[in-house]
């Protein structure tokens, strides 16, 4: 079993700062890719930010320059500093992530798995 557990997030001010932490625990083999999506009322759910096991990201346009992704691979765990807050920011924040788990005959099998989600509240 593969949990990811978040924290952070809450009522941010618009120009203010916020950030998220996302840890993974369970029988991890190998963590590929960790992320962050965001789901906004009415709305579908889209991705923030990415980042791969070699530090590579990726980022929506809407975010470019405000937010940064960043993970410590030895904790299993990734973070989203969000800064300059717009309204339109607001949204549940859902942590994401592509990783190999040992399975039940310890062999090891690929899986998506996301967080319970944390909502994020941009207003003055």
């Known amino acids: 079993q593969v949990q990811l557990v978040e924290s952070g997030g809450g009522l941010g001010q618009p120009g203010g700062s916020l950030r998220l932490s996302c840890a993974a625990s369970?029988?991890?083999?190998?963590?590929?890719?960790m992320g962050w999506y965001r789901q906004a009322p009415g709305k579908e759910r889209e991705m923030v930010a990415t980042i791969t096991s070699d530090d590579s990201t990726d980022y929506a346009d809407s975010v470019k320059g405000r937010f940064t992704i960043s993970r410590d691979s030895a904790r299993n765990t990734v973070y989203l500093q969000m800064d300059n807050l717009k309204p339109e920011d607001t949204a549940v924040y859902y942590c994401?992530?592509?990783?190999?788990?040992?399975?039940?005959?310890?062999?090891?099998?690929?899986?998506?798995?996301w967080g319970q989600g944390t909502q994020v509240t941009v207003s003055s």
């Open positions: 369970g029988r991890i083999f190998r963590n590929d890719k």
């Open positions: 994401n992530a592509d990783l190999l788990s040992w399975g039940p005959s310890d062999e090891p099998t690929a899986g998506r798995y």
